[in-house]
């Protein structure tokens, strides 16, 4: 199997598993991917946590020698399908974090930007390198770079095909974290200060969120109205306010 679904603890962890090809995006690969995604979302998991086999690599991008030879309608669908399996990661059920260790780059890149969160290992290095062989990226890295980085940064990442290193990215606000150690334990560590909050209530938060980079301040308001109603309506908003009032801890159902 090319990708791994493991359980640890309320999380799940996916792992991209072809540490030899340093984690390529093969169609295979896809393919195991979206169907993990299936079982992930309908588990019980509180959070999905994604990353590479071995130390070199979480995911150095597309398999290029799958490129060769196709025809035009080949390109277009691959792209498309890239595109419509990470956007999956945008509506996913709980929230997921990129564990980002070695080198992130091209789809590999594009996998963690789609992740609501990344945290990198101590020099992990990032990039859309895609520049270099006369392509640009294509599985939604012009997208979401320039919403995470703003549009200067991001031109310049893509147009040199420069890769930047944790620290930069940190500073760059690409990655949220760099751990020093353990880097799934990071991940658990930083994940679970959200996971204890209601899951539906993150969820509202998380569509609210992501209409900021995709509308108009108006209409990103009107959606942040309906959903703050909406999560008015909810028992874990009715319990989060009694706990308050009582000056205990909430206990959240998810509902």
Partial sequence: MAV???R???FALITLDEPQALNALSNAMLDELEAVFDVAAKSEARALLITGA???AFCAGADITEFTGRPLAADLAAAERGQKLFAR?????????????????GGGLELALACTFRVASRGARLGLP?????????YGGTQRLPRLIGSARAMEMILS??????????????????????????????????????????????????????????EGLRIEAELSTLAYRTYDADEGIRAFLDKRKPRFEDR
């Fill in 4 to 6: 791994r679904l493991d």
């Fill in 8 to 10: 640890r603890e309320e």
């Fill in 54 to 56: 071995g130390d070199k």
């Fill in 89 to 105: 990661l945008d509506d996913f059920p709980i929230l997921s974090v990129a564990l980002v260790n070695g080198l992130a780059l």
């Fill in 130 to 138: 895609e520049i270099k062989l006369g392509l640009i990226p294509g």
């Fill in 161 to 218: 095909g420069r890769m930047v290193e944790s620290n930069e990215a940190l500073a760059l606000g690409l990655v949220n974290r760099v751990a020093d150690d353990d880097l799934v334990a990071a991940g658990i560590a930083f994940a679970r200060g959200m996971t204890g909050m209601s899951l539906r209530t993150l969820a509202f938060a998380r569509r609210a969120v992501n209409a900021a980079g995709a509308t108009p301040l108006a």
